[in-house]
């Protein structure tokens, strides 16, 4: 882990290698240029858990494909083998024990992707494209969650086609976020459910949604035990709610900050409000990164109510984002999010993943 | 100070109910927050005066205070910092405070940032909580979910009877004068369970302490045995509607204030009882969510920003653009519905995963080359709770193989194919892969 444990090493990594190093804005960071993207916007990035030596990153995209890359210390990024569905991929997730990735797709599907044999077989079926997927593993059991537009959450046992349990949802799944023994999804209409796992999974709680706006993205956030404790919510309207779930003073604890957004308050044009596209929270420090239609990424201290930085506007919106299994390496992805609708897609434009050294910028702030 | 005096009580709007050190700081409160035109954000001084504003310069009425709590919103009232409250309203005041007093003293936080307070892009509360964040912070960490997890204990154990039950809870909490047809109105269930019940459910009072010995811990739950048994059921569903808009006020407020938007009424109420019955599921937890229910609905943006079932969201405004497309889906969905992404078929550079052996996806189980021994398959012990797993399926390989590269095609993708046939029915409508 020597070069992500500094921010000295990447002068090295953009001088050459990767092409132009002009001040095009496609990268103004000056982060590290993942080798072979996928050719269509990305759809979600997520790295391999920490039960894996090294760092591997998959990303999906909307070429249908799936692809994995080893991420070495010297911030090389190696591409190791892709899949594919039927349909672009809107998700995908990690087993515990990084030995299986399961994707969720436009195609109804989800599948599972053995890294060592590099197979993949279909575990889950839906009535409409799956837009979450996560694993959940719990002392009784382990399944994967699947979260569809078809309105229903359905869990799998990965070797049986019938789920292991169906739950109904209001509205349409538009992202979802586990840590066990929570989950939480958010779905059109502003809905918002909370699900308790212990035991088998169930519906907790519904949440009347702090924001006013389509929910986009949801991240759920621990606390010092290391419990899972609340969630952050961001819209389309360039605002990320903190909601906590059981907390002693909900009007004070609760709040929703704006970002992503052009402009200060008080010049004449009108404000541009974007949207969140995804929400992280860094394993170990608990700050949250944001990132949005803007092309911009942002880092958060939630406990410290402040912003720790945001980043340089890049010239297409960013859709994804996720740190490794250590908080050392940040990964975003630039591709198209459709914000601007169809006449701005460019499909000849090319789409990147760019990883970051995130060690020291996501240090929380000190409280006064 | 005008006609009415302070009572000794701290300056309160009577819109939000929040509470504020000075009637200065009031005023600037309501102009900012239910006096302000949505449009072009103009302060007025007075409900009426935003109307009558609206009328002549925008040529629109507006019917309801904007970010004002339900019962509060009335337009043709004249308040002006604390005047103008009614006595009624005040007197409720003074109760309820006295009823606060002796728990927490700060009951309004209003966490949600002011939007013309803070500046763009900033974790800004109002400034009121500043110096209340770094204390709180702390002891926020803690609770974590093991007050969570306890709850999810206890409803679960009460709930395997219940079920039946749920739609009926919050009306029954609230509305149990509606739905008892013939009882006198002014009978609150909390309090007086067994005369009410009596005339309509004579084998009710009997069965509830069976019923209410399960829950000790949640005080709600008492009228809901009662409602349980079947004579009341039929009753409940036609409170609904009328019933669960108090449980909801940040949802029945925000359909409420979009003047322009008639449609949205429609999809308020229709989409309500389905929101109604949550609350039911999640009792003991009832009272947090209804609590963040005034910090959400300070919140509440100019109307013209709600989305709505009619599928489109008004993206401008006089200070500010929402940069999403009008309607109100997700931007995978507008995506996903180009020709382009429906056609479902592999793309170029698909390859050698898997085309071939699906046409033969009937005829693959038999000949699995040998795998079916060498599958322990249990990866994680299923005790059968879901539906019994079939043993000793092979879900997947086992390592041992060349780690990466595209697919050496000796094996088939759909290796896991359980002998016994089941994935077939499954797999072939997805098309091929």
């Given at each position: 882990m020597s070069l992500f444990g500094t921010t000295s090493g990447f002068g090295a990594a953009t001088t050459g290698v990767f092409g132009s190093t002009t001040t095009d804005s496609h990268n103004p960071m000056k982060d590290v240029e993942?080798?072979?993207?996928?050719d269509d916007s990305i759809s979600c990035l997520a790295f391999s858990p920490p039960t894996m030596p090294g760092n591997f990153l998959i990303g999906g995209s909307w070429a249908n494909d799936v692809r994995c890359w080893?991420?070495?210390?010297?911030?090389?990024?190696?591409?190791?083998?892709?899949?594919?569905?039927?349909?672009?991929?809107?998700?995908?997730?990690?087993?515990d024990d990084g030995s299986k990735v399961f994707t969720a797709s436009c195609d109804k599907t989800a599948k599972m992707w053995d890294l060592n044999s590099n197979q993949a077989m279909q575990i889950?079926?839906?009535?409409?494209?799956?837009?979450?997927?996560?694993?959940?593993?719990?002392?009784?059991?382990?399944?994967?969650?699947?979260?569809?537009?078809?309105?229903?959450?359905?869990?799998?046992?990965?070797?049986?086609?019938?789920?292991?349990?169906?739950?109904?949802?209001?509205?349409?799944?538009?992202?979802?976020?586990?840590?066990?023994?929570?989950?939480?999804?958010?779905?059109?209409?502003?809905?918002?459910?909370?699900?308790?796992?212990?035991?088998?999974?169930?519906?907790?709680?519904?949440?009347?949604?702090p924001l006013k706006h389509q929910h986009r993205c949801v991240a759920i956030f621990k606390d010092?035990?290391?419990?899972?404790?609340?969630?952050?919510?961001?819209?389309?309207?360039?605002?990320?709610?903190?909601?906590?779930?059981?907390?002693?003073?909900?009007?004070?604890?609760?709040?929703?900050?704006?970002?992503?957004?052009?402009?200060?308050?008080?010049?004449?044009?009108?404000?541009?409000i974007y949207a969140v596209n995804a929400i992280s929270f860094h394993p170990v420090h608990g700050t949250l990164a944001t990132v949005g239609s803007d092309g911009r990424f942002s880092f958060w201290d939630k406990d410290a109510r402040t912003k720790l930085k945001t980043s340089e506007q890049l010239d297409q919106p960013i859709t994804a984002c996720c740190f490794n299994h250590n908080g050392n390496i940040f990964a975003y992805a630039s591709s198209y999010d459709w914000s601007k609708g169809h006449e701005y897609y460019n499909p000849q434009k090319k789409n990147y993943i760019f990883l970051r050294n995130a060690a020291e910028e996501l240090k929380p702030r000190n409280k006064k | 100070m005008g006609r009415k005096k302070k009572k000794q009580m701290k300056p309160w709007c009577w819109?939000?109910?929040?509470?504020?050190?000075?009637?200065?700081?009031?005023?600037?409160?309501?102009?900012?927050?239910?006096?302000?035109?949505?449009?072009?954000?103009?302060?007025?001084?007075?409900g009426p005066g935003l109307a009558i504003h609206c009328m002549q310069v925008h040529k629109e009425t507006i019917d309801s205070v904007p970010n004002a709590i339900p019962g509060r919103t009335d337009i043709e009232l004249e308040i002006y910092g604390m005047e103008g409250i009614p006595?009624?309203?005040?007197?409720?005041?003074?109760?309820?405070?006295?009823?606060?007093?002796?728990?927490?003293?700060?009951?309004?936080?209003?966490?949600?940032?002011?939007?013309?307070?803070?500046?763009?892009d900033e974790a800004g509360p109002s400034t009121q909580q500043v110096a209340a964040v770094p204390p709180q912070a702390a002891p926020m960490a803690q609770p974590g979910m093991h007050p969570v997890a306890g709850a999810p204990g206890m409803p679960h154990g009460g709930y395997q009877g219940m079920p039946p039950m749920m739609p009926g809870v919050p009306p029954m909490m609230h509305g149990m004068?509606?739905?008892?047809?013939?009882?006198?109105?002014?009978?609150?269930?909390?309090?007086?369970?067994?005369?009410?019940?009596?005339?309509?459910?004579?084998?009710?009072?009997?069965?509830?302490?069976?019923?209410?010995?399960?829950?000790?811990?949640?005080?709600?739950?008492?009228?809901?045995?009662?409602?349980?048994?079947?004579?009341?059921?039929?009753?409940?569903?036609?409170?609904?509607?009328?019933?669960?808009k108090p449980l909801f006020p940040s949802a029945a407020q925000a359909q409420q204030n979009a003047p322009g938007v008639t449609a949205s009424n429609n999809a308020a109420s229709a989409s309500e009882p389905p929101k109604a019955t949550f609350p039911a599921y999640t009792q003991p937890s009832v009272s947090s969510s209804n609590s963040s229910n005034p910090a959400s609905s300070t919140v509440a943006k100019p109307p013209a920003t709600v989305t709505s079932k009619p599928a489109t969201l008004t993206t401008t405004s006089a200070t500010s653009k929402l940069i999403h497309p009008d309607e109100d889906i997700s931007l995978e969905e507008m995506k996903s519905q180009l020709p382009r992404y429906q056609r479902l078929i592999p793309r170029p550079g698909q390859a050698h995963v898997a085309a071939p052996p699906v046409a033969t996806v009937g005829g693959i189980m038999p000949p699995q080359q040998g795998i079916p021994p060498q599958q322990p398959g249990m990866r994680h012990p299923m005790h059968g709770q879901y539906g019994a797993p079939p043993q000793g399926m092979p879900g997947y390989m086992p390592g041992g193989m060349p780690p990466y590269g595209q697919g050496p095609p000796m094996v088939p993708p759909f290796q896991g194919g359980p002998p016994m046939g089941m994935r077939p029915p499954v797999m072939s409508p997805a098309g091929r892969y």
């Open positions: 993942v080798t072979s993207p996928p080893e991420v070495q210390d010297n911030g090389q990024t190696v591409p190791k083998a892709q899949q594919m569905h039927t349909g672009p991929v809107l998700d995908a997730c990690w087993s889950a079926q839906h009535d409409g494209p799956i837009k979450a997927i996560h694993w959940i593993k719990a002392p009784n059991y382990s399944c994967i969650m699947t979260g569809s537009w078809d309105k229903t959450l359905k869990f799998w046992d990965t070797r049986s086609p019938n789920p292991m349990m169906s739950l109904q949802m209001p509205e349409r799944c538009y992202c979802a976020d586990v840590v066990y023994p929570m989950a939480v999804v958010a779905t059109a209409e502003r809905g918002l459910i909370v699900y308790q796992l212990e035991n088998q999974p169930s519906e907790f709680r519904r949440i009347d949604s010092k035990q290391n419990k899972p404790t609340g969630f952050a919510l961001g819209s389309i309207e360039g605002r990320v709610a903190i909601h906590y779930i059981n907390p002693p003073n909900p009007a004070k604890d609760n709040f929703t900050f704006k970002c992503h957004r052009s402009n200060g308050t008080n010049t004449t044009t009108p404000q541009d | 819109y939000c109910n929040r509470d504020f050190d000075d009637e200065k700081i009031l005023i600037q409160h309501q102009k900012a927050k239910h006096f302000k035109c949505h449009i072009c954000h103009k302060k007025l001084y007075t006595e009624k309203d005040m007197q409720e005041r003074r109760r309820t405070l006295e009823q606060k007093s002796q728990e927490s003293q700060k009951k309004k936080g209003g966490n949600q940032d002011d939007s013309d307070e803070d500046d763009d004068p509606p739905a008892m047809h013939g009882m006198p109105p002014g009978m609150m269930p909390m309090g007086g369970m067994m005369p009410p019940m009596m005339p309509g459910m004579p084998g009710i009072p009997p069965g509830m302490p069976p019923h209410l010995a399960p829950r000790p811990g949640m005080p709600h739950m008492a009228p809901v045995p009662s409602a349980g048994p079947m004579p009341s059921r039929p009753a409940v569903p036609s409170a609904q509607p009328a019933v669960t």
